[in-house]
Every structure is written in structure tokens, then in C-alpha cells.
């Protein structure tokens, strides 16, 4: 019984939370409608479509400092608290810049800054301070993500 148990706990360990992926997939939207929008909208319209999705983009990007933020303070007694907190302030601070600096390398900025988060996360899974299905979540919405903020970064620097 002892090690069905434990299977039974590690599988619901590892299963993403419904609302969790479906909120998730639900911020892809916009991102997703602007990488579209740049590709089948009049050129005096791309530069608008494009800033719009790197706030959208700096908005996310903060949101994921502010997550770690909030595992790290759901286990006050971790030894790894000031660690998290640490990382889940860079996250706002990048998107700060990413919003200074021109529009192209603050979209290709924000999209590597995705990719970093994304690795500390899988880090953070590893060592306990972040749920285990975590990674499996952030994995394929950094990727959409990405992908996204690259279309864009292409489509802007071919009117540049």
C-alpha cells in the first residue's frame, strides 16, 4: 500500500493544475493575435501592434518575478527563500529596461529573458522550491511565447 500510495502522490505531484494551464494558454492570446497582427497589418500599424505586445510582454515577464515571489513566501523556513525572492526581482527589472530601450531588441530582449526565467525555473523545480509540474507548464508556453516575440522582431526589423 505504502508504495502505491507514493506513486499516486508523485503523479499528482507532477500533474499540472487545470486552471493554472488553462490561464496560462488564456495569456498566450494576446501575443499570439499581435504576431499575426504584424504580418497581415498595414505597415504604419506594425509599430503600434509591436510596442503593444512588448508591455504585454514586459507585464508577463514581471508577473513571473512576482510567482517566484510567491513560492518563496509559501515556505518562509526555506533556506533558498532570499535566493528566490533575489530572482523574482529581476524579472521586473529586465521588462523595465526591455520598455527603455528600442522597440526590436526590447522585443528580442524580452523573448531571452523568457528563455533565462524559464531555466530558473527548471532549476527551482529541481531543488524543491518550485512545484514539479511547473517546468512542464512554462515549457511550452515560453516556447509560444518566444515564438511570438520573434515573429514580431522579424517583422519589425524588415520595416526598419
Given amino acids: 500500500m505504502g508504495r502505491e500510495a507514493s506513486i499516486v502522490t508523485d503523479e499528482?505531484?507532477?500533474?499540472?493544475?487545470s486552471a493554472a494551464q488553462g490561464f496560462g494558454y488564456v495569456g498566450l492570446v494576446p501575443?499570439?493575435?499581435?504576431?499575426?497582427?504584424?504580418?497581415?497589418?498595414?505597415?504604419?500599424?506594425?509599430?503600434?501592434?509591436?510596442e503593444a505586445m512588448l508591455f504585454y510582454s514586459a507585464t508577463v515577464?514581471?508577473?513571473?518575478?512576482?510567482?517566484?515571489?510567491g513560492m518563496a513566501l509559501n515556505n518562509p523556513r526555506s533556506s533558498r527563500m532570499a535566493s528566490s525572492l533575489t530572482i523574482g526581482i529581476f524579472p521586473?527589472?529586465?521588462?523595465?529596461v526591455m520598455l527603455l530601450i528600442d522597440l526590436q531588441w526590447g522585443l528580442l530582449g524580452t523573448a531571452v529573458?523568457?528563455?533565462?526565467?524559464?531555466?530558473?525555473?527548471?532549476?527551482a523545480a529541481k531543488e524543491g522550491t518550485a512545484p514539479a509540474w511547473y517546468p512542464k507548464?512554462?515549457?511550452?508556453?515560453?516556447?509560444?511565447?518566444?515564438?511570438a516575440l520573434l515573429?514580431?522582431?522579424?517583422?519589425?526589423?524588415?520595416l526598419a
Fill in 12 to 17: 499528482k505531484e507532477q500533474k499540472i493544475p
Fill in 31 to 50: 501575443l499570439i493575435a499581435g504576431a499575426i497582427a504584424v504580418w497581415t497589418s498595414e505597415t504604419a500599424e506594425v509599430g503600434v501592434v509591436a
Fill in 61 to 69: 515577464l514581471s508577473f513571473l518575478g512576482g510567482v517566484r515571489w
Fill in 92 to 96: 521586473p527589472l529586465v521588462a523595465w
Fill in 113 to 123: 529573458a523568457f528563455g533565462l526565467m524559464y531555466a530558473s525555473d527548471l532549476f
Fill in 137 to 147: 507548464l512554462r515549457m511550452p508556453l515560453t516556447l509560444a511565447a518566444d515564438a
Fill in 151 to 158: 515573429l514580431i522582431f522579424a517583422r519589425v526589423m524588415m
